[in-house]
């Protein structure tokens, strides 16, 4: 409530201001701007980033929320902080359920006994531990199971095949990833005993992917498996025969109980204006299957990397906080408890934006919608252009753990990678350090040096109350 | 011996016949060559060779020597010849003891407790229950192994690190498989506990290569494991910071009972010289990880469709023998039981060829030393260059299940497959159609289809006796 009114008073503020400082609000000096390229020729040379991601994929490895890993990587985070010389370091809590894994096993039954690899979706229950059989039935995509009659769906396996496209900037995720996140109520709602969906990956290995799956209340909670694409073909193949495909399903997972974690912070302190923030990071959690390299190690290594670029040199006016923020993966749980805890700072968070989407080199830079931001994006791209960056558009997310605050009418960037080969690796076993270019880490570093040096200099702000559903 | 004797006799015989016949005996008549190019054209057309690798692959798929696996491809392949035709079908016993995999698990313990993706080496004996733990010794090569200091070794885990380049002929398999099959008795002479290597594998997933290793009597068994190489590549990085690493390593495989599986039979029956014949075919036998797709059910496929694509056309002088080899992966099971069943016919087999190493395209045929196979590799490659198949060395292996034979001294070809991402599946989970690239089947069969009907048809034959040794 509080919030709100706030939104409504600054949205106005803002704009009685916004015109008349609208170049001194928004841009760099011209010897600002070329220290930017002094910055990214440096960042270009440092191999830090890789470092710290070599160490956090080395050192602690998986770090599913609730797990040991999870604490492993809060205890990594605040000593990498420590060492690399952050002027402070802290943690805050974050506090949720806590999910298990257990063990994961299918097999085709009849009529080609075949074992098939699937692992359980995140937050999904078990079957217990004497597994469960039934009949497959096939619906190529999630609309095809809403329009399925229950009478034909009740008592068997729901098994949908929809596979997802690759594109640069993973717009095809959106519409694949509702079979993973709605799919176990649609297919209960119906009847169904348990769901088997195709892997929300664009790959072609025995990698399934996991992510998070939800339930509904007043809706029968069924088990939810994801099989790899190879495996999805193969049954897509059984099918075809015509004759009824029977599996077999055996997983313990299961929910625990309630775990307290921690968003791990580090400041670079402003030199001038060390009361407001520029807010950036990744989150520190990953799923348990690979050892998080590209989700999202490399969002924590470039961000923290970049911090320390820019302290090496000359002092920017604004307080740069890192965040590697907690249980992103299973529903934004850090991000939601930092906003919480701090909405009535709301104010000093001048701008901000995460890195979550792999290792993959930037090619845009977008905004919200403010058009305060659009000065700054243009002398970015100047300094940024000879090394692929160019001018996106007034979309930007800020990324997965910036929603809240965007909630709450912060501005946010997006620094957008190439996200060709993300989904390749997202949420599987394959996610591994070896699957990172260093040189497209460089780039990365390089652009967000640039990024944050600039927005952390420069003269004004880049408006608030910012209303995202226009 | 008597085989021996008769290698002797044989050696003799051919080099009087040699000289004068070497025209008639290795050729066809311009007819058949232009009737070459009509049978590469139907083959390209053909989607015979995937129809038949997707049903080994969906109806049976993995089939590891004595498993049920392995009695359902015995079923398939007799029901398969019958339905596509052949004159006749049988199979013939071969008797070895069976391999069981079990559970296999692995784990860093310290200092960074992460989870590791093995898989056990084909024929080790596991670990008990219970597991093993111990400190790991790094050696990049199993040349460095074979220099360490049993004092250094002993109590240990050896940790052999050697990475196998990508080559278009295989040529690195060699070198980089003696870690696998000669690994565990290096390291067992000098004390270790266990060990466990890089996968003889050119991929970067986590899908580790399982693969036959061999113990010696009197030297000690102990577990032999792969790692996958992203494994392999953050063991080293933790191995890196001058710690002791210690791992832990459970795995249940163990020893079976005796087994007798089949090498399966087709023949499509000659013209003439009904009992000449021609010795095609691939193993039906796979490793149980994946469902052997490019191991060899391509093979398979390939050999058994392109009799039959000859089987429509005119038929050849002699009989096509498609031999589906039991247990390969193991020992040449099905090889040496069909050297050892037929040796007394061996004159009656006029040549052979195996396909093993995947479904890349053909590039080159390779003969073995007898300069009588000439004449006939220029008149393939007349029909063949348009499709990518140059003439090849006086090196032919004619795969690994025709070994025995050449013992005999049967005179081989090898239709050299480019093997260039052979090993990124090769006895993995990954080895699965989907990898299987239809067009470079149909390429197989056109060259399969021509040499198979050329070797049938041709006048006189291409000597026998030969000697591999020099």
Do not use: C
Request: glycine residues 10%; hydrophobic residues 40%; negative net charge.
């Amino acid at each position: 409530m509080k919030i709100t009114e706030l939104k409504v008073r600054l949205a106005f503020v803002f704009t009685l201001m916004g015109s008349s400082l609208s170049f001194a609000a928004g841009s760099l000096n011209d010897d600002d701007v070329k220290y930017l390229s002094e910055l990214r020729d440096k960042a270009l040379k440092s191999d830090l980033a890789y470092q710290i991601l070599e160490s956090l994929t080395t050192e602690v490895g998986p770090r599913m929320a609730g797990t040991e890993g999870d604490a492993r990587a809060v205890a990594w985070g605040q000593a990498k902080f420590k060492e690399i010389g952050f002027d402070k370091v802290w943690i805050e809590p974050v506090t949720f359920k806590q999910w298990h894994r257990g063990v994961e096993t299918a097999q085709v039954l009849a009529p080609f006994p075949q074992p098939l690899v699937i692992t359980a979706l995140g937050n999904s229950i078990g079957t217990g531990e004497q597994g469960l059989k039934g009949e497959v039935i096939h619906f190529k995509t999630f609309a095809d199971l809403q329009k399925a009659e229950a009478g034909d769906v009740n008592g068997k396996i729901v098994f949908i095949s929809h596979k997802m496209e690759k594109t640069r900037d993973g717009s095809s995720y959106g519409q694949a990833v509702a079979s993973r996140s709605r799919g176990a109520v649609e297919a209960a709602k119906k009847g169904a005993k348990a769901i088997v969906i195709r892997s929300i990956g664009t790959d072609s290995h025995r990698v399934p992917h996991t992510g998070n799956m939800n339930y509904q209340d007043g809706v029968s909670k069924i088990p939810a498996a994801a099989l790899s694409n190879p495996d999805a073909d193969l049954l897509i193949n059984m099918l075809s025969r015509g004759k009824p495909v029977e599996l077999g399903l055996t997983m313990t997972s299961n929910p625990g109980g309630e775990y307290t974690s921690y968003n791990v912070i580090g400041e670079i302190e402003g030199s001038e204006k060390p009361d407001e923030v520029i807010v950036i990071g990744g989150h520190l959690d990953s799923w348990d299957l690979g050892t998080g390299a590209v989700d999202d190690g490399a969002g924590v290594a470039i961000t923290m990397a970049a911090a320390k670029i820019v302290a090496q040199g000359k002092r920017p006016k604004r307080t740069i906080r890192v965040v590697l923020w907690a249980n992103e993966e299973q529903g934004l749980h850090g991000a939601k408890a930092y906003a919480l805890a701090h909405k009535n700072n709301i104010l000093n968070h001048i701008t901000g934006a995460e890195s979550d989407f792999g290792a993959g080199p930037i090619w845009a830079i977008d905004w919200s919608s403010t058009n305060k931001q659009e000065p700054i994006i243009d002398q970015l791209v100047s300094v940024l252009n000879s090394i692929g960056v160019a001018k996106g558009k007034a979309k930007s997310t800020g990324g997965p753990d910036l929603w809240p605050l965007r909630g709450l009418g912060m501005s946010t960037f997006s620094l957008r990678q190439d996200g060709s080969d993300y989904f390749d690796l997202h949420h599987t076993a394959d996610d591994t350090l070896d699957k990172v270019n260093p040189e497209h880490l460089k780039q990365n570093l390089a652009v967000w040096s640039v990024f944050v040096y600039a927005v952390a200099q420069v003269e004004g702000d880049f408006g608030h109350g910012i209303d995202y559903s226009k």
